[in-house]
């Protein structure tokens, strides 16, 4: 098990940019053997895929809603995923959560392929 710490949420204007940062820590794996992924919720709303690199050579994965603005990326010598988002929207408005999974390679897009989130960090878009 890893555990996941999110930050860098908070409240930005509409065109605006964010940098969202996820820590890993506590699991007896080596952090680049985990894929990683961000999902975000809005209230009222289902939990929906953002983004994911793969343990394997780093490839990205984005959602539709998001492609073009948002950009994952880790940095295995400190343990972390990166999303920057830039161009935000309103509708980007939710809690971004960072999920890791051990040797991913299928199915990013899913929840229920993750075993271990963290608490999420809010972020909120004003028009």
């Known amino acids: 098990q890893v555990q996941l710490v999110e930050s860098g949420g908070g409240l930005v204007q509409a065109g605006g940019s964010l940098r969202l940062s996820c820590a890993a820590s506590?699991?007896?794996?080596?952090?680049?053997?985990?894929?990683m992924a961000w999902f975000r919720q809005a209230p009222g709303k289902e939990r929906e895929f953002v983004a994911a690199?793969?343990?394997?050579?780093?490839?990205?994965y984005y959602a539709d809603s998001v492609k073009g603005r948002f950009t994952i990326s880790r940095d295995n010598a400190e343990r972390t995923v990166y999303l920057q988002m830039n161009s935000l929207k309103p509708d980007d408005t939710a809690d971004y959560s960072c999920?890791?999974?051990?040797?991913?390679?299928?199915?990013?897009?899913?929840?229920?392929?993750?075993?271990?989130w963290g608490m999420g960090t809010q972020v909120t878009v004003s028009s």
């Open positions: 690199v793969s343990w394997r050579g780093g490839v990205t």
């Open positions: 999920a890791a999974a051990p040797y991913k390679d299928n199915n990013y897009n899913l929840p229920a392929s993750y075993g271990d």
């Open positions: 506590g699991s007896g794996r080596t952090f680049r053997t985990y894929t």
